[in-house]
């Protein structure tokens, strides 16, 4: 179930780029020895920022270190992203300001409120089907369902078509990662969906709801409708993989530290708690990427205008100079400053719906489960990027 560690000796030879060396290794040494020794590490094409102290200073700083060009390696050492300037969480300045503001609303309690309540249903229901059954994968048994049923919401995706777009999204999603290019039928689910969400950005134009896409195709918006489409994905990419990462790893969490798993059962209070710590320790996006627009200073290191820059989140959120014993699993932390969400004027618009989900699984696996196993082999994505497991056999009483 646990993933061999490297030596952190031989760092020189690990490819931090390799999506399969994430998939089969846990790097928490790696990670360690990086923030001790060499917490703004040069790579051949981009630099490694570790430390807690370091990616807040970066993402704090847009004039300096730029998400124009991209937020992740992927793209950035492809040298654009094709949302550049239009996908909110690759705009900076005045424009990204503008969908900031355009978009907050749709995060409100307002909206938050019927999704909440709907996913939680939602969360009881799948977790009784398995229950029921005595098991099975939890990742498309549950956590792959709550988050992209969400997404349906937030967007105003009907009732009628909610089932078909939850299939296409699902088929689509499957062609993301970073080991290839997408297969024929998730390319064809993507097709679709765009040309879906086409149609409905066309009708809200004309009959405006409460919803997202309602927000970005008002008139006082002035969105192209590329735009609107290319916000619209970035919710979708952005909400769907995260939160079903921080569910799976955080049930698996649950699974393994059985003394933690008691001591929320025991105690309502800690859901807030336990929340957060899921988050630090599954960290679903591993890095966030920025490119410096201006020679600057890192600790010491001098980076030059147009270099790459990986903020190693997964790294930041054990550093032992902000947290008390990182490598505890610990229900109960606080404080607990993770930069899972990210920080600053790109600070994740969909963490508290995320929260809410987490939520969600926590009360409902307290009311409705005594226990958890593990009942078969675990496998991890291989990616640079979306930290977590793919696959998570489990049964639950
Ligand atoms: C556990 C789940 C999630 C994680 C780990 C996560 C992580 C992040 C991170 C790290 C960023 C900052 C990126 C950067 O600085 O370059 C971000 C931004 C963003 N996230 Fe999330 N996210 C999650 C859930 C969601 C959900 C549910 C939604 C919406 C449905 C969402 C929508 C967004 C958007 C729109 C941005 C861009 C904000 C901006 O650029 O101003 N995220 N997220």
Redesign the pocket.
């Known amino acids: 179930m646990t993933r061999p560690q490297p030596d952190p000796a031989g760092i020189d030879d690990l490819d931090l780029l390799d999506p399969h060396l994430h998939a089969t290794h846990d790097l928490t040494p790696v990670w360690a020895r990086l923030r001790a020794h060499d917490p703004v590490r040069r790579h051949d094409r981009f630099w490694s920022v570790t430390r807690h102290a370091d990616v807040l200073r970066v ?1 704090r700083d847009p004039d300096t270190f730029t ?1 124009l060009q991209g ?1 992740m390696l992927r793209t950035l050492l492809r040298g654009h992203d094709p949302g550049s300037g239009r996908m ?2 690759v ?1 900076d300045g005045p424009r ?1 300001a503008v ?2 503001r355009l ?1 907050t609303p749709g ?1 409100g309690p307002r909206t938050l409120g019927p999704i909440t309540h709907s996913i939680t249903e939602a969360t009881r229901d799948l977790l009784a089907a398995l229950v029921r059954e005595g098991g099975g994968d939890f990742v498309t048994r549950v956590a792959a369902q709550v ?1 992209l049923r ?2 349906c919401e ?1 967007l105003g995706v009907p009732a009628k078509d909610r089932q078909r777009v939850l299939e296409l999204t699902g088929q689509a999603m499957l062609g993301e990662g970073d080991t290839g290019p997408a297969d024929m039928s998730a390319r064809i689910a993507q097709s679709e969906i765009l040309l879906y969400y086409t149609r409905l950005a066309a009708e809200r134009r004309s009959a405006p709801g409460d919803d997202v896409i309602s927000l970005l195709v008002s008139a006082d918006a002035g969105l192209t409708e590329e735009e609107v489409l290319l ?1 619209c994905y ?3 990419i ?3 993989e ?2 079903r ?2 569910m799976a790893g955080g049930l698996l969490a649950l699974a393994t530290y059985e003394k933690e798993w008691e001591r929320l059962r025991a105690d309502p209070g800690l859901v807030g708690t336990a929340t957060e710590e899921i ?1 630090r320790w ?4 591993a890095h ?3 490119v410096a627009a201006r020679d600057t200073e890192l600790a010491g290191r001098h980076i030059a205008a147009g270099d790459v820059v990986a903020l190693w ?1 997964v790294s930041a959120n054990r550093d032992e100079a902000v947290f008390d014993e990182p490598g505890r699993f610990d229900v109960g932390r606080r404080p607990n400053r993770h ?13 508290q ?2 929260r809410a ?2 939520g969600a699984l926590l009360t409902e696996l307290r009311a409705t489960v005594s226990a958890v196993e593990v009942t078969g082999p675990v496998t991890w994505l291989p990616s640079n990027f979306i930290n977590g497991v793919a696959a998570l056999p489990i049964s639950l009483a």
């Open positions: 993402v998400s937020n909110i969480v705009t990204h969908l900031r978009l995060f988050p969400a997404i937030l916000n970035n919710l979708i952005g909400g769907d995260t939160a990462l921080a988050l599954t960290t679903p996006a966030v990427g920025r989140t930069l899972t969400f990210g920080y600053g004027p790109h600070f994740c618009l969909g963490a719906l995320a989900e987490i």
